[in-house]
């Protein structure tokens, strides 16, 4: 990164997934039918963005695409389009396409142009009709318009609010600059009593050769929404008193940013003002959009002006996105950076408890200013920890994007109409949960369109809508993120879904199997309904790995269908990876973690329930159902097994179909939240353990994996039995485990 | 230029290298001081389940879970007296990072590169693929750990 170009480049290419993002918003919206003319003009800026950043590094693939689909926006901007389905569906292509070149140029691999092509071709049909006035499209790229410079990142043009707003006219002297004052500064401070906008006046700027540097040209028209008075506004201009001309105004309640932006007619002998402000034939030498600013010098700041253009946008789109938050201001830092502090938040967590411990073990009274301190200390290390981990969360949108791309092409590769409504997106989930779900997702969102729903004739037969939805929401619920994919198709057949597991000698033909059972019988591995294997799925690589990759993230899956309604999967997942909750238990000296997610119930075994199954096997009665019994000290090594398990304190552990075992421990401690430490980057794996975590005493202790540990464990449960014992699968086998 | 000056010679050709001296089972050895990054006691380490012998397990090292080798049982040493070995050196190879557990750190030696000698070939030691060198110092004979043939990559484990 020693290359100053290339980290500009790099910043580029973050800029151009979140204008991708805005673009993509706002095209849904188009097509959700909620768009507006600044609805257009959003899709349209970021597609010039791409474009003119694009331009600026040579890229020049990436440029001739935007162009053209630029172009396209722009028609439809002035009208010469209209906005129907069919051209809207070609916008989203197109956006997919420009989201893959960004990422072809910025990994640096040729385009696919078999992709851009087709796409290319259909774009220039389109715009064809109104080649002959490309000419004009292009000047008009380039107007600059007069720019409304948001530095109050916030939306300012809420209606609701009913603040007073003051009009401020600021016009520096020549030795305002000289005393080395700063307008910007001014504006940051008004910006901290309410919200700004800023208007440049830069009419009486003289062309370039008659342009003297040592004079102000640029004023300012600032619109200031405040509960403050006229003292406090003033107050921000106290330094450049008698350096400049200041004109405060109160406006009216309620009148629109667009009439503050009109000048007043200059008050007393300040004859300085222009009377009109958007006078549009200023002497210009560059054709940036920023040009009003760059000219002046003054501001090392320029460079954040499209951005700040970027950041004043949403408001427009809160208007018509149902309940999106406003913009905030965002900083980027690199995720590194977030893992070290939370490494170390971590750290203090440890080193607080560690602490409490040694001051109750220095027998302080509990009530002494030491230990009341600590205990503050205490809260204060939750709340910055919980602060921390907070950071890491990211809102689940980019992934539901990334969804709705995929239902585009799916629907598109097998010829049903399918809409993706999408609700929740706010919601935020650590980045690695993010990352990880993208996959599984991406294969429930495919089944949903090509198993879930029906075929566009079928549907309306049903006397359904011709056009299927996918649902795809996520809400936070008792610190889980639950996360579901819901069709309205046909639900699932279960009579087939058994018939195909009996056929694919999954479960024997005489089962009984509830409607839920049958359910599950999709997260069998190996399985799939599809009579035929399409492109999209059905390979028999289905449910099963989507369910591991699941519950790899600690979290649950599960089903509810209706047949003729639909179907749904719910997936619970915890708000991060950094903790976990799990109960402490001892074995053989050693202090292990359990999930405990992964733990149904616990319970101490009697003689009854404690049956011999193999010369070295138990298995234990729960309810009428046996349950092998596993001996997490002899699993791990840590001793042999017992020769008596009666009394012993059991966890029942294993997933919602079944796969279960009882492991038996020697004494549960605790139950709290440990913070995961991998094992992995400084050992490797170990079978049965997920990971590591240090508790309050420093000592480390270990995270088991419960499903590791339940097929891989051997179930002796004896001690050494002279015999030839029974095998691991024969064991595994009689549990009902399916690997 | 004389020996004498090679070895003082710190700056420039890197002909002479500081190593820290140890003992393990009663041997002399030392590691490249560059790939040492610590030194401290003994903890109690937390034992890793289906690990090999040499592995003792981890310990918390501010924090980072460190792994704990029992050097002389990795070098298949059986030393006659269980001695107190709560030294830990904390190595880095690569990326990775382990804790050995010595009998006790003796010295930081200056050895100028002429000085070391290439291993005999005994195939009756298993060991001598964790030696690179040896060298003699006021008459004890000093072998150099290769580390990357001590400390197993994460594949090996993982098997």
Known sequence: MSDPMAEIKASFFIECEELLEALQDGLQSMYDGEGDAETVNVVFRAVHSIKGGAGAFGLDGLVGFAHRFETALDDLRSGKLDTDPHLLKLFFTCNDVLGDLVRECRDEVPHDSAKLDPVLAELDTLIGGVQSEDQTAETVDFEVTPLSLDLSLDGQDDETVSDPIWKIRFQPGPMLYANGNEPLFLFRALRDIGDLSVTCDHNDLPPLAELDCEHAHIGWTLTLETTEGRAAIAEAFDFVEGLCTLDIKQKETGSSNLEALVPLPPLGGDAEWPADNGAPDLPRNDQVNSAPTIEQGNFPEVAETPAARLEAAPPAERKTGAGAAAPRATVRVDLDRIDRLVNLVGEIVLNQAMLSQSVQAAGIPPNSPVSTGLEEFQQLTRDIQESVMMIRAQPVKSLFQRMSRIVREASAAIGKDVRLRTDGENTEVDKTVIERLADPLTHMIRNAVDHGLEANDVRERMGKAREGSVFLTAVHRSGRVVIEVADDGAGIDRDKVFRKAVEKDLIPADSQLSDGEIDNLLFLPGFSTADEVSNLSGRGVGMDVVRSAIQSLGGRISIQSEPGHGTTFSISLPLTLAVLDGMVVNVAGETLVVPLNSIFETLAVTQEDLRAFGPSTHVVNIRDSFVPLIDLGAELGYRAPLDDYTGGVVLLIGQEDGLAAAVVVDAIEDQRQVVIKGLQESYGRVPGIAAATILGDGQIALILDPIDLITQASGRTRPKAPRHQISNHENLNSSGAEE | ?159
């Open chain 2, 1 to 159: 230029m004389t020996d004498s000056e090679a070895i003082k010679d710190y700056s420039g050709d890197g002909s002479v290298r500081e190593y820290l001296s140890f003992l393990v089972g009663g041997q002399d050895y030392c590691v490249d001081i560059m790939q040492v990054r610590e030194i401290r006691g003994g903890a109690k380490a937390t034992t890793l389940p289906h690990s090999p012998s040499f592995m003792r397990g981890v310990i918390n090292l501010r924090g980072t879970v460190l792994p704990i080798m029992d050097l002389a049982c990795r070098l298949d040493m059986h030393t006659e007296t269980d001695t107190q070995r709560n030294v830990i050196i904390v190595v880095a190879t690569g990326e990775r990072v382990v804790g050995l557990m010595v009998d006790a750190v003796s010295d930081i030696l200056a050895i100028s590169h002429e000085d070391l000698q290439p291993p005999p070939d005994l195939p009756a030691d298993q060991q001598r693929s964790f030696v690179s060198a040896l060298t003699i110092m006021e008459n004890r004979m000093i072998r150099v750990l290769d580390l990357t043939a001590v400390v197993p990559s994460s594949d090996e484990e993982a098997a």
